[in-house]
């Protein structure tokens, strides 16, 4: 199975980038995973937010799998919560049943479009607190390496079942 990660622009802050690095190069050992960094019209273009968030949902279709073994998760704080135990059983169900690619999408400053959650197999919140969508790259990489861990029953997850 492979990830891939897809969010809205550059990450400009170094220690998240030199954490979100970290944490890839942890899944990696797992299984591939990689990201894309969808461009940030935010910049390139004067949008309103409902338009900025639309051209940004279209921008991100471009980059996702059509095939019926790929699965989608847009991150949406409206979403599914998960206990990590429990996310790791879901990325474990998924694994095993047939999934070849799982994409996570997170969003621009202003959101997901719903074109994007609508198709996702899973719309998942990183809890009811409110995130950067810089932040959010960071915390989502660290929960997949934690579930990763979970369900190789390897010790960085200190609540796992042995």
Known sequence: MKLKILWVGKTKSAPIKALTEEYLARIRRFT??????????????????????????????????????????ALDEGGRQFPSEGFARW???????????????????????????????????????TWTHEMCRALLLEQIYRALCILHKIPYHKGAAS
């Open 91 to 129: 990325l474990g169900r998924e694994r095993d049943s047939g999934a070849r690619e799982i994409a996570f999408v997170i969003g621009g400053a202003e959101g997901l479009s719903r074109s994007i959650s609508t198709k996702a197999h899973l719309v998942l919140s990183l809890g009811e607190m």
């Open 32 to 73: 591939p995973c990689d990201t894309q960094e969808v461009r940030d019209l935010a910049k390139a273009q004067s949008l309103r937010p409902a338009d900025l968030v639309a051209a940004e949902g279209e921008e991100i279709s471009r980059h996702l799998q059509k095939s019926p073994a790929s699965r989608l998760v």
